[in-house]
């Protein structure tokens, strides 16, 4: 893993959170975008080398809004950007990660994805992601 790439937090709407994360970071949204397979929007804010995703459901059963009603908004998952998605895959599954999709995903911001199941990182989700070429 080379670097945290960004941090998710999940919010309940944009109208709201965007401006309230460009005051905090005081910083403009420089993109959103949505993730139709995930049923959610994303926007983006660079601080330093890392940026904050903002996540939003479009769906009331989606996974974001699900989140929500369990935890409340706040920190989703932690991605840390890789060289080459494939081979950490197969390197976490032989430390004995559980991933959460067999495949790399197509994810926000022009990112192949992949989830680490919480239960084997204390509670966290971890997402790898690597830059599409």
């Given at each position: 893993m080379q670097h945290i790439d960004h941090i998710g937090i999940a919010v309940k709407d944009f109208k709201t959170s965007i401006p309230l994360f460009e005051k905090l970071l005081n910083t403009t949204c420089y993109k959103t975008e949505l993730v139709e397979s995930e049923n959610v929007n994303t926007?983006?804010?660079?601080?330093?080398?890392?940026?904050?995703?903002?996540?939003?459901?479009?769906?009331?059963?989606?996974?974001?809004?699900?989140?929500?009603?369990?935890?409340?908004?706040?920190?989703?998952?932690?991605?840390?950007?890789?060289?080459?998605?494939q081979a950490e895959m197969k390197r976490l599954q032989e430390e004995g990660f559980v991933l959460l999709n067999e495949t790399p995903k197509n994810g926000a911001d022009n990112k192949l994805v992949c989830f680490l199941h919480p239960k084997g990182t204390n509670g966290v989700l971890v997402e790898l992601c690597q830059t599409k070429n």
């Amino acid at each position: 893993m080379q670097h945290i790439d960004h941090i998710g937090i999940a919010v309940k709407d944009f109208k709201t959170s965007i401006p309230l994360f460009e005051k905090l970071l005081n910083t403009t949204c420089y993109k959103t975008e949505l993730v139709e397979s995930e049923n959610v929007n994303t926007a983006f804010f660079k601080t330093g080398e890392t940026k904050v995703e903002l996540l939003e459901s479009v769906d009331p059963e989606g996974v974001i809004a699900k989140f929500i009603e369990k935890k409340g908004e706040g920190i989703h998952h932690i991605a840390f950007d890789v060289k080459d998605i494939q081979a950490e895959m197969k390197r976490l599954q032989e430390e004995g990660f559980v991933l959460l999709n067999e495949t790399p995903k197509n994810g926000a911001d022009n990112k192949l994805v992949c989830f680490l199941h919480p239960k084997g990182t204390n509670g966290v989700l971890v997402e790898l992601c690597q830059t599409k070429n």
